[in-house]
């Protein structure tokens, strides 16, 4: 056969492959397009430093999070979803996981109010009232988990509530392997 | 027909109108050098929450707070890349609505390019194998064809001549 008859169908072949493959990518199950990898993965953790919501002691800046495997969950009383996924920040603290929260922009009479309803998985929690830490970790969506390492870096980040499914494959393993 | 035309005119005017823009008073710098700065920059910083727009177009929340660091950072005496640069450190290059020039990003940009080139390759190549091919590829004329053609280009068939 002639190489111009074959050429183009190669051509054209290997491309409809390549969309086929990333089409695939995005199918039902797949992976979600809107959302945006982080580029502080491995990177080291933000500067920041948060006073507590107004009615606790803590509050959270950057060298409470140093020296143990952690998760970090951005949440907010106002936020649906981060309703859904506590349940399973709870079932983590109980596992004996290190949480901590940073509440983003919340009203604190809210936010303690969430926390005596639904429970309080967390052992530090920082109160960001203008959103300028939750900036610093690039947070974009809420609810937005991020898992640290204990040399302080982020190694994974999770973006929208935490469902039963994801705490099974991807969190509860992540944070066991970097716990060792 | 006067008022028609004054309709066609308003309608025209009002066309014409520019989207809304999110920037609200309280935001804006009283230096208007640096504010027309940060109007440029927020330009073509994307909105991560709606993800097509710009923080200049966008009302969302995250943009507001993106448009604020962006003017605090000029007025702490930051040029325009490192305020870029402040936010892409954070969100990474999606937040950039025109994607940079870079190793990872040659295939973006060039690609087009290339499919082009590729394309015209292709024509000229194409053009010639046609030229160099031998241009009537026919079985040649019997005799007896021949002999009638002769006939009738003679004109003895009383056609005209």
Not at chain 1, 105 to 118: I, N, Y
Not at chain 1, 142 to 150: L, M, T, V
Not at chain 2, 34 to 55: F, G, M, Y
Not at chain 2, 113 to 125: C, D, M, P, S, Y
Request: hydrophobic letters at 45%.
């Amino acid at each position: 056969m002639r190489l111009s008859f074959v050429l183009p169908i190669v051509f054209f072949a290997s491309l409809a492959a390549l969309f086929g493959v990333y089409l695939y990518q995005i199918g039902p199950g797949g992976k979600d397009i809107k959302q945006i990898p982080s580029v502080l993965i491995d990177k080291e953790l933000p500067a920041f430093k948060l006073p507590p919501i107004v009615g606790r002691k803590d509050g959270l800046n950057t060298a409470d999070l140093k020296g143990k495997a952690a998760l970090v969950n951005v949440f907010a009383s106002w936020c649906p979803p981060c309703r859904t996924e506590h349940p399973g920040l709870m079932l983590l603290a109980k596992e004996g996981f290190t949480l901590y929260g940073i509440n983003y922009k919340d009203k604190p009479e809210d936010a303690l109010e969430f926390l005596a309803t639904l429970g309080d998985p967390f052992k530090r929690i920082g109160a960001d009232l203008k959103g300028r830490a939750a900036i610093e970790w690039g947070v974009y969506g809420y609810p937005e988990s991020f898992i640290i390492d204990r040399s302080g870096r982020i190694r994974y980040k999770h973006i929208g509530p935490i469902m039963p499914r994801d705490l099974e494959m991807t969190i509860r393993p992540l944070l066991e392997k970097f716990s060792k | 027909m006067k008022t028609l035309a004054i309709l066609m005119v308003l309608l025209c005017a009002f066309t014409f109108v520019g989207p809304a823009i999110a920037v609200e008073p309280h935001e804006i710098l009283k230096d208007s050098v640096l504010e027309a700065r940060a109007r440029e920059i927020s330009k073509v910083l994307r909105c991560l929450v709606c993800q097509n727009q710009s923080i200049d177009d966008s009302n969302a929340g995250l943009a507001r707070d993106l448009r604020l660091i962006v003017r605090e950072r000029l007025t702490a005496g930051d040029s325009d890349d490192a305020v870029i640069q402040f936010v892409t450190k954070r969100y990474g290059d999606f937040v950039l609505l025109k994607p940079p020039f870079k190793s990872s990003t040659y295939l973006l940009w060039g690609g087009p390019a290339a499919f082009l080139l590729f394309g015209f390759g292709a024509l000229i190549v194409a053009f010639r194998r046609r030229r160099a091919a031998q241009p009537f590829d026919t079985a040649p004329l019997t005799d007896d064809e021949i002999r009638r053609l002769e006939n009738l280009s003679s004109g003895d068939q009383g056609g005209a001549s």
